[in-house]
């Protein structure tokens, strides 16, 4: 049976091919990837992305692009990294090691560095050319459901604990 075109664009979206290999994308699969970074190269446990910062990016007039765009990238590097469908930040201790203008590319680095159980610790390194621009570390968690389905609040009333 012949899939659809709609079908084959989802999968085009879900999948990257490096060589001979396929890897499948099983998070973040509708991240606007011009805001956080396309995708280079995925290993298991590791990614490279780049951003390339655009106008929308800028906070100001001199062509300081926000911070917050490249966290967003390196965010999303941790997430691909791990690679699992439900996975979540949960915590994160970055550092801006150097301001990203208007105009440069920034390459991210994600590598897996630490797995326990449902959680895992990514280290994220961002640089523009040859230099660090950012590093981080991003704890994550592996949840059953997606968080938005989570009975999180729901669970502690019934134990009581969740009352004032």
């Known amino acids: ?13 879900d999948s990257y091919i490096y060589g001979e290999e396929q890897v499948v994308i099983k998070t973040h699969k509708r991240i606007n990837q011009a805001l956080s970074g396309e995708i280079l190269k995925h290993e298991v446990g590791y990614v490279e992305l780049l951003l390339t910062t655009t106008s929308e990016m800028l906070a100001d007039e001199f062509g300081l692009i926000h911070g917050g765009f490249i966290f967003s990238a390196a965010d999303y590097a941790a997430m691909v990294a791990v690679n699992e469908k439900n996975v979540v930040l949960v915590a994160s201790d970055c550092q801006f090691l150097s301001p990203v203008k208007f105009h440069d590319e920034v390459r991210v680095v994600a590598r897996v560095r630490n797995k326990e159980g449902r959680k895992r610790n990514v280290h994220v ?32 009333k019934e134990d009581g604990e969740g009352e004032l």
């Open 1 to 13: 049976m012949k899939e659809t075109k709609k079908e084959d664009e989802e999968l085009e979206l």
């Open 125 to 156: 390194e961002a640089f523009v050319l040859e230099i660090k621009v950012f590093e981080g570390e991003f704890k994550t968690v592996i949840t059953d459901k997606h968080i938005l389905k989570l009975k999180l609040f729901e669970d502690e």
